[in-house]
């Protein structure tokens, strides 16, 4: 299997910005990809159906069709923590259900990114947290980091966090969420390419993910900056 897990220092660190921009670079070197969101709350009704951007834009940026619910199996209506959401609407978030959804997926493409929701340790139930789903999942775990004021002390608690759970970290993104933090932003990063025993995957530039973006998605010009380490080994990380 081959694929990765993508998870954030906190909740609005653009998870989903980053899983389309190596979406699309593995799609650049000639492989083919399927995005996974398996967990979603703020989802909206479309059709009576819920839906959640996050996972549709996914699907977007995949190399062929799947199924809304192999990619989003579990959509939730209200916009907080999923084990709360999935409480309030009478489910139990399982694990290993989310398992063999991708393993399903794995059989379809190259690359499989599979997308957390919140930070490592939010809880999924009464007994796991998006650190067990990672690890159940066997993936090696993209660290994306919110470039903005507190964000250092965010990026080494996450992947302390992430390495104590036993998981491969194969790096980390910088991705400049805030385009009014200017002020030690580069000093920012130096620090965390110091202090983070993994490496630099890419530098995103600043950007919302609006109706233009989307546009621009589907026209191959996502604005993804040059990386600042040997990007193109990732799709070669195992």
Known sequence: MAGFFITGTDTGVGKTWASVALMQFLKSQGL??????????G???????????DALLLMEQASFPVDYAKVNPYP???????HIAARRSGQTIDVGMIVERLRELELLADYVLVEGIGGWEVPLNERER?????????????LVVGMR?????HALLSHEAIVRSGVSCAGWIANRVNADFTDGEEE??????????TPCLADLPH????AKTL???KEGSFPVAMPRRNLAQIAWIS
Do not use: H, W, Y
């Open 130 to 142: 998006v650190s067990d789903l990672a690890k159940a999942l066997g993936l090696p775990v993209i």
């Open 207 to 210: 950007g919302t993910l609006s």
């Open 43 to 53: 989802c909206f009704r479309q059709e009576g159906e819920l839906r959640n951007e």
């Open 32 to 41: 083919t990809v399927i995005g996974m969101k398996p967990v979603a709350s």
């Open 215 to 217: 546009r621009n998605i």
């Open 188 to 197: 920012n990063i130096d620090t965390l390419l110091t202090e983070l025993a």
């Open 76 to 82: 939730f209506e209200p916009p907080v923590s999923p």
């Open 149 to 153: 004021l507190g964000c250092i002390n």
